[in-house]
């Protein structure tokens, strides 16, 4: 992959998380974690995290904000009835965390041709291609894990803040992990320009430059090249600094120790 100079990017990380509370699975219960991405929420059972008996059907109702629409489920979806039906159920038999997604009026600040989705969406396959060059297994995306991620960038945007810190009311890093997992969290604050006046840069472009940038970082780099991570979610928000419009990048993974 090209190697984008540092100018004017902010990174971030942190790695293998220990002593944090988790949740797992215990006896003949399971977890349930549901979430849902902007332009709709999960009405039935509503989101967050549910106990559930072995072998429970649990209905699922996604219901799309005006303008938007119900696009499928993501995440652990083996045992959903119909993943591309907002209306549809599941049937719990071990720790799920599935996800909602909607489309709709998704759009992006002036000059910019792509959204947060599409860069979230390369930035999986990336890190992916990184990992593949040294015979590492390719990463899951998680929809818990993805959740956390959006939730961490859209609070630093609105913070215009790059840190590791979560913020008053925002869900820890180690939300729900399970007993004998570790979760390392990699950030990036960059510029959709190098210059003012300048063209603005491509979607590929901004997506190399973070996860070069990532790659050239050894703290970084560990924690995308770590063999025991095999799940990952991105989530990414667009902040207006002055003249200046930057992408805040959070990707989270996640495996056993």
Request: proline share 4%.
């Amino acid at each position: 992959m090209k190697r984008i100079g540092s100018l004017l990017m902010a990174l971030a990380l942190i790695a293998g998380l220990a002593g944090c509370a988790a949740v797992g699975t215990y006896g003949e219960s399971h977890f349930l974690t549901i979430t849902s991405t902007g332009g709709g929420t999960v009405i039935t059972p509503g989101e967050g995290t549910f106990i559930c008996t072995d072998g429970q059907v649990v209905s699922l109702v996604a219901e799309p904000e005006e303008g938007y629409e119900f696009v499928n489920w993501t995440g652990c979806v083996g045992t959903v009835a119909n993943a591309t039906a907002a209306s549809t159920t599941i049937t719990t038999n071990a720790r799920y965390s599935i996800q909602a997604n909607f489309s709709g009026n998704s759009t992006s600040p002036d000059g910019i041709s792509y959204n947060e989705t599409e860069v979230e969406q390369l930035i999986i396959v990336l890190i992916n291609a990184e990992r593949e060059e040294f015979d590492l297994c390719a990463l899951g995306e998680d929809a818990l894990l993805t959740s956390l991620a959006s939730d961490h960038s859209a609070y630093m945007a609105e913070y215009d803040l790059l840190t590791h810190d979560r913020f008053p009311g925002e869900r820890p890093l180690c939300y729900n992990m399970t007993p004998g997992d570790g979760r390392g969290e990699n950030l990036a604050k960059i510029p959709t320009r190098q210059t003012i006046p300048g063209p603005y840069l491509s979607l590929q472009e901004v997506c190399e430059w973070a996860v070069s940038g990532w790659m050239d970082r050894p703290g970084h780099r560990a924690n995308i090249l770590r063999p025991i991570f095999t799940e990952t979610g991105v989530g990414v928000s667009f902040s207006e600094e002055g003249a200046f419009t930057y992408l805040y990048i959070t990707q989270i993974f996640e495996g056993a120790f």
